[in-house]
């Protein structure tokens, strides 16, 4: 098959919100996703960007049947570890599911990783639902290992109303 890795650009967009939707579908919560083609386009394309981006392409002749060739992404930003210095936090590795099993999820998944070592940076994070057990095989293929089984930490959060009364002095 195939394909390139490059950057993601404002243009991109579109095609990216399409896809956070698919991934969305997929984990089973898409009433969760609010972030909307104009988030993306302020967020990551401004003078001081949130993530980064890069998009899996395919020629014309490889389209899906809806006419897309954009049909893979991973987003990422850079973060820090108080143990380890510089890291890299990929937020979504995304390939539709007709180019699985292609070698698109690696190659996305390496360009983040390349990237993380081109800046400095000593680890590479990522969340994965405990019960997709197939990107959990492909993680631990990669070489990848479960900081919450190996280290006993829960990734945790909070948003929302938690958040406004958090901020609270």
Known sequence: MDYTIRAASVEDCKDIVRMIMELAEYEKVSDKVKITQ????QDGFSKNPFFHGIIAEVPEQHKTKEGHTKIGYALYFYSYTSWRGRAVYMEDLYVMPEFR?????KALMSKVAQLGLAAGCTQLNFTVLDWNKSSLDFYFRQGCSD?????????????????EHLAQP
């Not at 099993?101 to 999820?105: A, D, F, S, T, V």
Request: aromatic share 12%; net charge negative; hydrophobic share 30%.
């Open 101 to 105: 099993g292609k070698g698109i999820g």
């Open 38 to 41: 104009k988030d993306l386009e």
């Open 147 to 163: 900081f919450t089984a190996d280290m006993g930490y829960h990734y945790m959060g909070c948003k929302g109303e938690a958040l």
